[in-house]
């Protein structure tokens, strides 16, 4: 077996909450008279940070500070953060890949507490090495958290693999040196990932028969 630790993302990976963040962001968008977005038009254009994503849906910053917008987004957010479920036999796919020796992680961008919150609400938290989330609420980078946690795991960068949904975790995996595998499936659309290079898969149910043949 190559690797012996999986690196998770947690929105979108996990996850499916992407159609939440959409029907979040359309209320905002609404109040201010904007544009709304499909979940097409998310996938296409949702980046970290997370601030250049508000750029890219026409949010001017020297009329509204970021922080303002942001924080709305999070309230919101906060407020339905357990309406999102699972995906599909995830807890499966978890459960066989421990039973081979694989272990867990998850490494997400967003805010620690809510990541905490959350991870207890759906009963996951006996299934982790660690849960690592960042202590603001702002989805600048995770970089650093990655950088971090490898440090911090008693496995050669070799024994990893992260998997996660967008663009950023590619770009994350690549600071820890590690091996990466996306997810069609979350918040950015199968067209950027496969730019990255990495193998792009398209369920969480696929990544069993990945790791285990």
Known sequence: MKYKHIIWDWNGTLIDDAWLCV??????LLKRGMNSITIDDYRENFTFPVRD????????????????????????????????SLYTMIESVLDSLSKIGISHSILSAQNQNILDETIIHYQ???????????????AHSKVNLGQSWISALSYDPAEVVMIGDTVHDFEVAQTMETDCILMASGHNSRERLEETGVLVLDSPEE???VLMT
């Open 23 to 28: 029907e979040i962001m359309n209320n905002i």
């Open 207 to 209: 990544i069993t028969r």
């Open 53 to 84: 994503y508000y750029i890219k849906l026409g949010f001017d910053f020297s009329v509204e500070p970021f922080e303002v917008c942001g924080m709305e987004f999070i309230h919101d957010f906060k407020k339905r953060k357990f309406d999102a």
């Open 124 to 138: 996951l938290q006996n299934r982790f090495e660690g849960v690592n989330g960042l202590d603001d609420h702002y």
